[in-house]
């Protein structure tokens, strides 16, 4: 089932525990960024508002007890997006997310999909869809996901990746 924004939204906010989202993209195309993002690649610099609405969703989240979580892949050298990205993963690890990375420069992908995914309380699955250019193109809740699959995946990527405040971006 594709879900539009309220439906997304819904979903979204009913976890219970831990969201996790595998991140494989080296830049996404989001409107709602574009200007923050412009000023970024202008200054270098990202100042988000402590009443940020990602960041209050994830203070909210964390108060009452519930988890997001989210490795990204990536390979070196970083693209602009992704500095972007990293300088905003400050700002979501400081309100209580979990971020990691998953440097695979020099390795071989350890067997995670190349499809971007949310998992909610190891249960339901959205694939998130992309155009090359890292426009989203659509959200689909999986009817019958192999759910055993995804958890291993999520498994096997949390287990490699390293924690944000721990990466090394001045190598990137």
Known sequence: MY????????????????AFRLETLPAYSVEGEKE????????GKLDLPE????????????????????????????????????????????A????RILDLTDRDNPGLPDQDFWMFDESRV??????????Q?????????DLALFRRWRELALSLATPFTEYDTDRS
């Open 137 to 145: 193109i659509g959200r689909e809740l999986l009817e019958n996901p």
């Open 51 to 94: 009443d940020d609405p990602w960041l209050l969703k994830v203070r909210a989240f964390g108060d009452s007890g519930r988890q997001i979580r989210r490795v990204h892949t990536v390979t070196r050298p970083l693209s602009e997006y992704l500095r972007y990205e990293f300088a905003a993963y400050r700002y979501n690890v400081a």
């Open 36 to 43: 923050e993002y412009e000023e970024f690649l202008a200054t």
């Open 126 to 135: 959205v694939a998130m869809n992309y155009r090359a250019d890292g426009t």
């Open 3 to 18: 879900l539009d924004g309220g439906q997304w939204a819904t979903l979204f906010d009913s976890f219970e525990r831990e």
């Open 96 to 99: 209580g997310e979990d971020v």
